[in-house]
């Protein structure tokens, strides 16, 4: 008997999204203690609740009679993720810029905040391969934008670099 939590603990996980069309669509990955792999894909665009019970069951209650259940059988651990992938797709790649150290906040509301903490990280040498410019409204109830000279500074400043600004 293994001591290793296994997460079937009788809990419930309820799974559902706000727009019914696109749904939601767990996917259950389990490794025995000889390291054979097998994984579970459910695909449905309703509520469900699924329950990992004690003695090793998976219960799921659906709210329609539509469900699809993919079984994936290994034997191993980078098998079953490639028969996952090959059932819905590979992840799509980021962008390499974003890959880096980015910073996005919603507390950047002007443009001295923006300038901190650009000069911080510099002093610091730290990299910034991308910022992050918030949409939202300031608290003077104006869009966050940059004055034409700040701008021209931060194309000056980082014209020879990776950094983004978005």
Sequence with gaps: VSTQSTGFDDTIYT??????????????????????????Y??????????????????????????????FLGPS???????????????????????GHFYG??????????TNLLL???????PVEGVLLPAAINQDSQPFSLSQDVRSALAMEYSNNTTRFI
């Design 15 to 40: 799974v559902w999204t706000r727009k019914e069309a696109e749904g939601a669509h767990p996917f259950l990955l389990l490794i025995s203690e000889t390291g054979k792999a097998s994984g579970i």
């Design 42 to 71: 459910i695909d449905s665009s309703y509520p469900m609740d699924i329950s990992l019970q004690r003695d090793f069951t998976v219960n799921i209650v659906i709210l329609s009679s539509s469900l699809t259940v993919r079984l």
């Design 77 to 99: 651990p980078a098998d079953v993720i490639k028969q996952y992938w090959s059932e819905i797709g590979s992840p799509a790649r980021p962008p390499f810029w974003g890959l």
């Design 105 to 114: 906040s919603e507390s950047i509301s002007s443009e001295g905040e923006l």
């Design 120 to 126: 911080n990280n510099t002093m610091l040498s730290l």
